[in-house]
C-alpha cells in the first residue's frame, strides 16, 4: 500500500506541473491583465509599460513560467493583479464558504439519494420505486440555475423562509469563518445547499437502485436469504456494502467537482466561495489567481480519486494494491 501511494503521488506531481504549464500558457492570450489593474481610463501607453515591468509580464513567457514555477516550490504563489494581495491568501478566504456548502450538499445527496435507491432497488417493481424513478429525472433535467431561482421565488420571496443570497452572519475560529455556529448562517446555507445537491440526489439515487438491482439477483444474496437471515442484515451488510464500490467513485469525484465547480450555484445565490472567485478573476484575467486556482483544484481532485481507490480496498477485501 504504501509504495502504491508513493506511486500516486508522484502522478499527482507530474500532474499538478502539467496542469500548471498548459495553464499559464493558455491565459497569457486571453487579455492583458496590465489594462485591468491600470484601468481602461488610465491605459496610456507610459502607465502601461510601467506596471508590465513591474509586474514581470515583460519578459518572455517561458521566463515569466519558470521564475513562477521557482517561487512556487518554494511556497510562494505572487500576488493576485487585482486585489494586490498573495494568491493563496486570496483563495483561502474563499475555501471555507464553498467547502461548508460542498459537505452540505454531499450529505443530503448521500443520505437522500442513497435511502431512496436502496428503498427502489429493493423493489424495483413496486409503485413507489416508479415514482422515485421518475422523481429522479426532474432532479437530472431540471438546470441548476433554473432549481436555484425557482427555490428563490417559492422559499425566500414569497414564503420568506430563506434568504435569497449571501453566506449570512460567521464566526471566525482561527482562520476559518464558519456559518454552522450561527443561527443566520445555517438559513443562508439551506437553498444553495439544496440546489446544489439536487442533481446529487437524483443520480446516486439512480446509481444505488441499479447498483442494488444487480447485487440482489447474485447468489451469495439469495443464500443469505435463504440461511433466514435477518431482512435488514442481508440488505446492509451483504448487498449494499457490494453495492456502495461504484456509488463511492462517483461521489468522492462529484465532491471535489462540487468543490471547484460550484460556479452557477454560487452567483446565483452571491455566495462568496471558489465558484464566484473563479468568475470574478476569470472577467478580470486575474492569471496568478486563475492558475493557482486551477492547481488547487487539480490536486484536490486527485487526492479524492486516491482516497476513493484507497476506500475500495475497505468496501472489498478482495481488492489490493500491493
Given at each position: 500500500m504504501i509504495s502504491y501511494i508513493t506511486r500516486r503521488f508522484a502522478e499527482i506531481a507530474v500532474v499538478l506541473l502539467i496542469v500548471s504549464f498548459v495553464c499559464f500558457g493558455i491565459f497569457q492570450y486571453l487579455g492583458d491583465p496590465v489594462l485591468a489593474v491600470v484601468g481602461y481610463r488610465y491605459a496610456n501607453p507610459k502607465v502601461i509599460a510601467e506596471a508590465r515591468q513591474r509586474l514581470g509580464l515583460d519578459k518572455p513567457i517561458y521566463i515569466q513560467y519558470l521564475r513562477f514555477?521557482?517561487?512556487?516550490?518554494?511556497?510562494?504563489f505572487g500576488f493576485s493583479y487585482t486585489k494586490i494581495r498573495p494568491v493563496l491568501n486570496v483563495i483561502a478566504d474563499r475555501i471555507p464558504a464553498t467547502l461548508e456548502l460542498v459537505v452540505v450538499a454531499t450529505a443530503l445527496a448521500i443520505l437522500l439519494g442513497g435511502a431512496s435507491g436502496v428503498v427502489a432497488g429493493v423493489r424495483p417493481h413496486s409503485a413507489l420505486s416508479r415514482m422515485?424513478?421518475?422523481?429522479?429525472?426532474?432532479?437530472?433535467?431540471?438546470?441548476?440555475?433554473?432549481?436555484?431561482?425557482?427555490?428563490?421565488?417559492?422559499?425566500?420571496?414569497?414564503?420568506?423562509?430563506f434568504p435569497a443570497s449571501g453566506r449570512g452572519e460567521t464566526v471566525r475560529i482561527g482562520f476559518w469563518s464558519t456559518g454552522f455556529l450561527t443561527g443566520d448562517g445555517l438559513l443562508?446555507?439551506?437553498?444553495?445547499?439544496?440546489?446544489?445537491?439536487?442533481y446529487q440526489v437524483a443520480m446516486i439515487l439512480r446509481l444505488v437502485r441499479a447498483e442494488m438491482v444487480e447485487v440482489l439477483s447474485h447468489d451469495y444474496v439469495r443464500s443469505a436469504w435463504a440461511k433466514g437471515l435477518p431482512r435488514v442484515?442481508?440488505?446492509?451488510k451483504h448487498a449494499l456494502r457490494n453495492a456502495l464500490i461504484p456509488v463511492v467513485t462517483v461521489v468522492g469525484l462529484q465532491f471535489g467537482e462540487m468543490l471547484g465547480f460550484s460556479i452557477v450555484t454560487e452567483t446565483i445565490f452571491q455566495w462568496p466561495g471558489l465558484g464566484k472567485l473563479l468568475i470574478d478573476t476569470l472577467y478580470n484575467n486575474d492569471s496568478p489567481v486563475i492558475v493557482v486556482y486551477i492547481m488547487f483544484m487539480a490536486l484536490v481532485i486527485s487526492?479524492?480519486?486516491?482516497?476513493?481507490?484507497?476506500?475500495?480496498?475497505?468496501?472489498?477485501?478482495?481488492?489490493c494494491y500491493d
Open positions: 514555477l521557482g517561487k512556487a516550490l518554494r511556497g510562494d422515485v424513478s421518475v422523481a429522479s429525472l426532474f432532479g437530472i433535467s431540471i438546470p441548476t440555475f433554473l432549481s436555484g431561482l425557482l427555490l428563490i421565488m417559492l422559499f425566500a420571496v414569497t414564503l420568506g423562509w443562508h446555507l439551506v437553498l444553495p445547499a439544496i440546489t446544489l445537491s439536487l442484515k442481508v440488505i446492509c487526492l479524492i480519486n486516491l482516497a476513493v481507490d484507497i476506500g475500495y480496498g475497505f468496501l472489498d477485501p478482495r481488492i
